[in-house]
């Protein structure tokens, strides 16, 4: 995942997560705590080490001192308890950041999700489905990870870096300066340099890529580089990209090799500088071999500690871009859904009307898609729309559905404009009949009783009848228990399309709006399936986007639509009745989409 480069403003957006750690702090505060206490007792490890190191006779060192024991054994003893203690300490703080974690993560997941699919159409367009879902799974296991574990270690680094040179200090002032001249310094530069030599790994694998384009690209296309004789050409060009995948390979391998040569000579010197210094200073009588143990221990955690920080400040840097792609989602406006399932339902009566409707999609402004439509559709008329793909069929669905807002113009349900509706309530009114029907993982009742949930059964049950579905699903063994989806049953076309017929019967809506299959069924299928649609139009206002001829044949009026507006309309014979008329042409051509 790309880091994102910190702003301050991105900092202070980022800190807003923050929000959802606020209902358990108490728990994060005292999490916090044991984290310090746990990392407190990490410091005394060196000293109490050191001095164990040291022996029996290396008594009134700071250690027997502070904590006033004169053999080894008591100072064995103090580790022991210095370890439960710590083991004790690290249990809560991972226990407790863990439970502050999860919960503020869960609701994070719920929240995101829960506005994700609030989301105008419009959004779902402009983004990818897959890269949402990253954003759901990875953003989020990136920001539990940071808080779980980053924040706590950062936390705990600071507090090893400030006590650890402190105490440093306390041994011997001057060990510290020459280790603190020396050592961190070296840290920092072994850390960039590797940083440096990562980036020209990635190059080199870049590179790489390149060249199996190559390959890829001349195996694909054999036919034609034998046709063309061109298998000379393609050798060569092969050779050049492996050229340069070694040069590239070549330049990361000196750098390496200095890197090695920088550790050996520059790391390890500057550690056995001080060790050198501090034996020198033993030698002296200045430190104790205790001391000096303690000395070196510390350093070693240290030095540690400078090198994780830099590594979580990268850490840190990806959960702040995590964060920021997770409320570019949350910052997106919602459709105001409110699926009161108590809310008194609008009764409308079905009548739509389109005054002067123009719509371009957002992502392509300059291309008009319905150019100032007028449509007028009276409540309970069937109303079939016919014309070449792309003239805009799809799109007045969708604008019906509220899918998108009218560019210009009004679009109106039993006379009141749209936007004046709550869009829940409006959308109560409808249902849909898609053309690839996508069935959710579960069962097949769970699948029709999605038109209406907590449906009871025996109206699942009527619907699937109306719907001439109940034969075959009484077919399978286990009814309407069968699973469907992926993990069930593979069901046909046909019986796809009778199960969301049967959603849309058992929703009872007042418009229907029916996408209809271009796919061609079987003529038994295609019966069945016909019959179950003119039951499910009865009594409605329908829209069909019709593929069929025996649907336009049904329906009360055609629509001709060519480029965004309706060029013709009447009954299938009054169409073909029209000397030069769209549609006579079109079916006489059979460039109408009709099977
Ligand atoms: P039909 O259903 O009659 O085939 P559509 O309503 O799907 O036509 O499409 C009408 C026009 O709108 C086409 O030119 C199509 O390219 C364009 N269009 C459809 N959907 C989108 C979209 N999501 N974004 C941009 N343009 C679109």
Redesign the pocket.
């Given at each position: 995942k790309d880091k994102k480069r910190i702003s301050k403003e991105s900092f202070r957006r980022s800190l807003r997560i923050f929000q959802y750690v606020l209902p358990y702090r108490g728990k994060f505060l005292l999490g916090l705590l044991f984290l310090f206490l746990s990392s407190v007792t990490f410091m005394t490890f060196p000293g109490l080490l050191g001095r164990l190191i040291g022996g029996n006779e290396a008594s009134d060192s700071p250690i027997d001192r502070f904590f006033n024991v004169d053999n080894i054994d008591q100072v064995a003893l103090l580790l022991l308890v210095a370890f439960l203690l710590q083991a004790v300490f690290s249990f809560m703080r991972i226990f407790l950041f863990a439970d502050v974690t999860e919960r503020a993560i869960a609701q994070l997941r719920i929240d995101t999700y829960g506005h994700l699919v609030k989301l105008p159409m419009t959004f779902f367009?402009r983004e990818r489905v897959g890269e949402l879902n990253s954003r759901i799974s990875n953003d989020i296991s990136m920001l539990q990870d940071t808080f779980m574990t980053t924040l706590a270690e950062l936390l705990r680094q600071v507090i090893v870096i400030l006590g650890g040179v402190s105490l440093l200090f306390f041994y011997s002032v001057e060990l510290t300066l020459v280790m603190l001249i020396s050592v961190p310094v070296m840290m920092m530069a072994a850390f960039f340099f590797g940083k440096f030599i990562r980036s020209l790994s990635k190059t080199t694998q870049a590179e790489l890529a390149r060249s199996q384009v190559v390959v890829e690209e001349t195996l694909t296309a054999i036919q034609s580089v034998k046709a063309f004789a061109n298998e000379l050409l393609e050798i060569r060009r092969y050779n050049n990209v492996v050229e340069e995948v070694r040069k590239v390979a070549m330049r990361g391998a000196k750098w390496r090799g200095a890197f090695a040569s920088f550790v050996i000579f520059g790391l390890f010197g500057a550690v056995v500088l001080v060790i050198w210094y501090g034996v020198k200073l033993r030698n002296e009588g200045v430190i104790g071999l205790d001391e000096l143990t303690s000395f070196i221990l510390y350093s070693v955690f240290v030095g540690g500690s400078i090198g994780g920080v830099a590594d979580i400040f990268g850490r840190v840097q990806k959960a702040i871009g995590a964060t920021e792609s997770l409320f570019d989602i949350m910052e997106e406006d919602a459709e105001q859904i409110s699926n009161d399932a108590n809310a008194p339902s609008l009764d409308l009566k079905g009548s739509i009307d389109f005054e002067q409707v123009t719509y371009a999609?957002p992502?392509?402004k300059d291309?008009v898609?319905l150019d100032r439509l007028e449509l007028h559709v009276k409540a309970g008329e069937k109303i079939a729309f016919v014309?070449?793909?792309?003239?805009?069929?799809?799109?007045?669905a969708a604008l019906i559905l509220r899918y998108y807002k009218a560019t210009s113009g009004t679009i109106k349900f039993d006379g009141k404009p749209a936007l004046d509706y709550n869009i829940s309530a409006l959308r109560n009114e409808m249902a849909l009949v898609p053309q690839d029907v996508i069935l959710f993982g579960g069962s097949i009742r769970e699948n029709i009783e999605y038109g209406r949930p907590g449906a009871p059964f025996e109206e699942v049950r009527i619907a699937a009848e109306k719907a001439n579905a109940l034969e075959f699903i009484e077919s399978f063994p286990e009814g309407f228990d069968t699973l469907v989806g992926e993990r069930g049953v593979q069901l046909s076309g046909g019986q796809r399309q009778r199960i969301a017929i049967a959603r849309a019967i058992l929703k009872d809506p007042r418009i229907l709006i029916l996408d209809e299959a271009t796919s061609s069924l079987d003529a038994e299928s295609e019966r069945l399936v016909q019959e179950a649609l003119e039951r499910l139009m009865e009594g409605r206002t329908s829209l069909v986007?019709a593929h069929r001829l025996s649907t336009i044949r049904k329906v009360d009026r055609i629509m001709v639509?060519d480029h965004g507006s309706i060029k013709e309309q009447g009954t299938h014979d009054e169409l073909i009745a029209l000397e030069n008329g769209i549609y006579r042409n079109l079916t006489e051509l059979q460039l109408l989409d009709l099977n």
């Open positions: 367009n999609y992502s392509r291309k898609v014309g070449p793909s792309g003239a805009g069929k799809t799109t007045i986007i639509l």
